[in-house]
């Protein structure tokens, strides 16, 4: 007996779809972990090459600035207004975070009711089909 004849394969369009998004579905599901871990390690890398850069340039000038002499010293104003500066570009990006992560969030929930309300709409919809298909067949 053939590997086929064990099956309960069905020739049909639906079947055919069916699997096909099913192995589609787990494929993508598979690769979700390491899409994750890849971002994950971009942002690190991205984030500790800035920082790379910034402290780099920050050394080389301040290192020429003190062999040549060149006086770099902040006024307080100055220095007060960087400060607070500092602190509202902070509180911008906190409620930037707040407002994606709230987005992803409500996006998920979105999906998560449509998962839950689509067998509902598709058994409506086979009773609509099945209300047509008894008025349109014909009764011998």
Known sequence: MSNESNKNVKNDVFSSVEETVEKQVKS???????????????????????????????????EFANKTGINTALPEATENAVNKTNEQINKVQDVQNKIALATIDATRQNIKTFNENAKAFAELNKGVLQSWLTAFTPKY
């Open 28 to 62: 993508a599901e598979k690769s979700f972990p390491n899409y994750q871990t890849s971002v994950t390690s971009l942002q690190q890398e991205y984030t500790e090459a800035f920082q790379n850069i910034v402290d780099s340039t920050i050394a080389l000038q301040r």
